[in-house]
Every structure is written in C-alpha cells, then in structure tokens.
C-alpha cells in the first residue's frame, strides 16, 4: 500500500529535521558530480540559521509521511530555493509536485518570474519543468575547488 503524503506549511521547530533532510540528499547525490569542498559549502549554505530564515521570511513546504520528512521547497520572492526531495523518494513526481506548489503561490503573489540556481544535479530536474538556464556561474571553494551551478528562469501563468 502506497504511504500518504500531505504537504504543509514548514515551521521553525521543522528546522533540524529539514536540515537532516537536506544533508542526507546532498551527501547521497551530489559525491559523483562535485568535489567534496564543494559539497561542504552546500551543507554550509543550507545550514539550520538559513532554514529558519526561510520558514520565518518565505513561503516553505514540507511534503511529509507520516513517519518522516519526505522532500522541502521554499518560495523566497520570485526565487525557489532549498528544494529537495529524499533519495529514495526521487523520480516519483515529488519534486515536481513541490514545485508546482512554490510556482501556485508565485502566481499568487503575482510573480510572472520565477527564478532559481540549479545544481548539476538538478538542473536536468529544473530544464524539464520548463526553466531556461540563464547562465553558468562558478563559486570557488576551499583547495582551489569549484562549485558549477545554473541560474535559471521561468515565466508563470499567461503571459
């Protein structure tokens, strides 16, 4: 039998266990793809004071099982951020349904452009929901190492 799913609003009390989620994907998807210099600057990035900011100042959801946290989006602006689905949960639509809910409340909003930075490893993610990548930049990190990732755009609604 299939699990429910529901998603919800993030609370700050949500943190620890968002950032739990987050190390665990970056940790699990990222190692082929960036050196681990980079990987650490990603977990630095995505640490608990920057999560709770964005539960406190954006719009975050929680797509969640009963029994645990399951993936994590947040609309800060016109920017989405902090997207993640579990390993084991990838490849089943989540991600896009956690999307589909930040662009909803873009729209809402009245964004008519959605923007983001891609990883290498989501960009594939991001190019099939209809994001056009803007530009490639690159972030030095420690030991000479480098961070590559998209900045990418959306337009929302009809326009």
Not at 37 to 65: M, P, Q, T
Not at 82 to 93: D, E, I, L, T
Not at 96 to 112: H, N
Request: glycine share 6%; proline share 3%; with cysteine.
């Amino acid at each position: 039998m299939a699990e429910e799913m529901i998603i919800r609003i993030a609370e700050p009390q949500d943190a620890d266990s968002l950032r739990k989620l987050i190390n665990e994907t970056i940790d699990t998807c990222y190692f082929r793809v960036y050196p681990q210099e980079a990987i650490d600057y990603f977990k630095d990035y995505h640490n608990r004071a920057n999560i709770v900011n964005d539960i406190l100042e954006g719009h975050c959801l929680i797509l969640a099982s009963e029994e645990e946290f399951i993936g994590t989006g947040t609309l800060f602006g016109s920017n989405a951020r902090r997207v993640f689905v579990k390993p084991k949960y990838q490849n089943m639509g989540l991600g896009k349904k956690i999307m589909y809910g930040l662009e909803e409340k873009a729209v809402e909003k009245g964004v008519r452009i959605m923007n983001l930075d891609a990883s290498l490893v989501a960009y594939p993610f991001y190019r099939a929901l209809g994001y056009e990548t803007q530009a490639e930049d690159v972030i030095p990190v420690k030991n000479g190492q480098s961070l590559r990732y998209y900045k990418m755009v959306k337009k929302l609604g009809n326009q």
